[in-house]
């Protein structure tokens, strides 16, 4: 038995948990493993642009956004997602809608090989939900705990300052 707080009590039925699930804006109803990773979970259900790094909560590779808020899929169990909102990189854009997030990046040429990007890209989003306007240092904050192995940090702060610039101006801003 597990509990999930103000979600009501779960109960394994032949080795397996049902939780439901609102992802990408869509609810879905999954059956978990107790003691499940998140990041098992949504790979095994398709979500392949969460990515698997260290496994150890250090990289930020698998981070997701829950209730709009950054967490880490390798160190969250599958069950604890129950009732709530999930957002993955497949949620934000895709190749011909590209969330601004995304073109900022591209454009900043922030992508290099791509691995770490779909943590970075949420982690700015989440940043931005929060602070249209951020500054050098609160982006760096907030892309602190995502580890990027093929350049360094400059190219992302730029383009989640790009990205800022660019909401912010779709939105009336200057």
Not at 68 to 77: N, R
Not at 89 to 103: A, K, R, S, T
Not at 116 to 145: F, H, S, Y
Request: with cysteine; aromatic share 4%.
């Amino acid at each position: 038995m597990a509990k999930t707080k103000g979600r009501g009590v779960l109960q394994a039925k032949d080795g397996k948990i049902a939780i439901t699930v609102n992802i990408n804006g869509r609810e879905q109803a999954w059956a978990v493993a107790p003691g499940e990773y998140l990041l098992d979970a949504l790979r095994r259900e398709g979500y392949k642009g969460v990515k698997r790094g260290c496994d150890n909560g250090d990289c930020g590779t698998c981070t997701v956004l829950l209730d709009g808020k950054p967490v880490l899929a390798c160190m969250m169990f599958a069950a604890q997602a129950h009732r709530r909102r999930l957002l993955t990189i497949e949620g934000l854009g895709d190749p011909n809608h590209p969330h601004p997030i995304q073109e900022a990046f591209v454009e900043a040429g922030a992508v290099q090989c791509g691995f770490c990007i779909p943590g970075m890209v949420l982690v700015t989003k989440a940043l931005l939900d929060q602070n249209p306007d951020p500054d050098e240092p609160a982006v760096r904050r907030a892309l602190d705990g995502n580890l990027c192995r093929c350049t360094g940090y400059v190219k992302q702060v730029e383009a989640a300052l790009l990205a800022a610039k660019r909401l912010k101006a779709s939105q009336g801003g200057n």
